[in-house]
């Protein structure tokens, strides 16, 4: 359809109201379409044993529209409608609820997120630490925890990523989706499942460092590995981690990691790289 001219839009007010009435009716009856495509994904149970929430499909679907966007509609509404409807077509699909700590209510930043990111309709569970909000996407209770970024500063109550040990959680999708090239991530998305490299994507390394790692030796190491570190934090309590966000999709069994000299050293998850906002 971009690609076909698009007609003179009519002059007076009264007809360009109705070819607007026209277009939300086709816009609609493709709506109607999709739902019905992911009822009978769900019904039919296409998708097998595999996860209903699949993060890097939707990022890739994202790109695609921010990539063919032309005109007036800006990058940030186009992500906000799709965001609403890939929302209600994972709702469609099972019962999805969100895990958020309770550390100010709406106003704090991992809801905001998870409203922005998951929609306004999505139910958003409330739970007393981060850490619980972990065990509720362990324990199947909920199907995905949105968590504040990590931040040198934080108390260690609520440095999830220290505590992040149940089998099979990983951070899937670094929010907000569209943010300036530079920005750090305000929030995580942890659930359980593998995610998919979508071509553009980032990692989360949790370093169990030697005395002899401080931060710039780590950064060094990483860099020699190529995977120069986007940023590192590094705590000392309650005992000495550091934590790299860093370039490309890593698998578990990623080569470049078995040859690093640290303690220890785990990929806490990997995700879509975000978009640019303009
Ligand atoms: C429809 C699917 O399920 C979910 C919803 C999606 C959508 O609405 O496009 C995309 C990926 C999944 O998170 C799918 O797996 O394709």
């Known amino acids: 359809m971009p690609d076909q001219p698009t007609p003179p839009p009519p002059t007076d007010l009264a007809s360009l109201r109705v ?9 609609h009856d493709l709506l109607m379409r999709r739902s019905d495509l992911v009822a009978h994904m769900a019904s039919a149970r296409l998708k097998g044993g ?18 063919r966007n032309r005109g007036a509609m800006a990058r940030a509404a186009i992500v906000r409608l799709w965001r609403e409807i890939i929302a209600a077509s994972l709702a469609q699909q099972g019962r999805f609820t969100i895990a958020v700590p309770d550390a100010g209510g709406a106003d704090c930043v991992a809801s905001r997120m998870a409203r922005a990111h998951f929609g306004l309709l ?15 996407v362990a ?24 505590r992040m040990e149940a089998p099979g959680l990983r951070v899937v999708a670094a929010l907000p989706f569209l943010a300036p090239p530079d920005a750090r991530p305000q929030a995580y998305a942890v659930a359980t499942l593998v995610p998919e490299p979508t071509g553009r994507d980032r990692s989360l390394l949790r370093i169990e460092p030697g005395p002899e790692h401080t931060r710039p030796r780590i950064a060094a190491i990483l860099e020699a590995a190529g995977l120069p570190p986007r940023w590192l934090i590094r705590r000392e309590s309650p005992s000495p981690m550091a ?14 990691l078995s040859a690093l000299p640290f303690p220890r050293l785990q990929i806490l998850g990997t995700y879509a790289e975000p978009e640019p906002e303009e």
């Open 19 to 27: 070819e607007i009435d026209r277009i939300d009716d086709a816009l």
């Open 50 to 67: 595999a996860p209903t929430f699949r993060p890097g499909r939707e990022a890739l679907i994202l790109r695609r529209l921010l990539q």
């Open 122 to 136: 999505t139910p958003l569970k409330a739970y007393p630490t981060p850490f619980r909000a972990l065990a509720s």
């Open 139 to 162: 324990g199947g209770e909920t199907a995905v925890a949105v968590l504040p970024a990590p931040d040198e500063a934080e108390q260690p109550e609520p440095a999830w990523w220290m």
């Open 243 to 256: 934590l790299a966000e860093v370039p490309g999709y890593l698998p578990d069994d990623e080569p470049r």
